[in-house]
C-alpha cells in the first residue's frame, strides 16, 4: 500500500510540473502573440503618420502658394501657413498628450481585448 502512495505522489508532481511547464509555454506564447500585434499597430501608426505628414507639407506649401498669389506676396502666403501650423503645435502642445494618450489606450485596448476574446473562444 504505501508503495502505491509513493507512485501517486510522484505521478502529481511529475503532472504538476508538467502543467506548469505547459502554462509558461502558453503565457511566452501569448505574449508574443500581443507584442506581435502591438508591433504591428505602432507599425502602421507611423507608415499613416509618415503619409499624412507627407500629405500635410505638401498642402502647407501649395496653400502657401495660393495665398501669396492672392496677396501678390508669395512671402505672406508662407507666413501665414506657418503661423496657422505654430497655432496647430501649440494646440498639441497644451491639449494634445489628452488626445493622444486616449487614442494610444484605445488601440491598445482593442488589441489585448480582442486577443483575450479568442483566447476564451478557443477553450
Request: charged share 20%.
Amino acid at each position: 500500500m504505501p508503495f502505491k502512495l509513493q507512485d501517486h505522489v510522484e505521478h502529481l508532481t511529475e503532472d504538476s510540473k508538467n502543467y506548469l511547464e505547459a502554462l509558461v509555454e502558453y503565457y511566452k506564447l501569448d505574449a508574443y502573440k500581443k507584442s506581435a500585434k502591438a508591433s504591428s499597430a505602432l507599425l502602421r501608426f507611423i507608415v499613416v503618420s509618415g503619409v499624412f505628414l507627407l500629405f500635410f507639407g505638401f498642402l502647407s506649401v501649395g496653400v502657401a502658394i495660393l495665398l501669396g498669389d492672392l496677396l501678390n506676396q508669395l512671402y505672406l502666403g508662407f507666413f501665414i501657413v506657418a503661423a496657422f501650423n505654430l497655432l496647430l503645435v501649440l494646440f498639441f502642445a497644451t491639449k494634445g498628450r489628452k488626445l493622444i494618450d486616449r487614442f494610444v489606450l484605445t488601440v491598445f485596448g482593442e488589441i489585448f481585448s480582442s486577443t483575450e476574446e479568442e483566447n476564451t473562444n478557443e477553450n
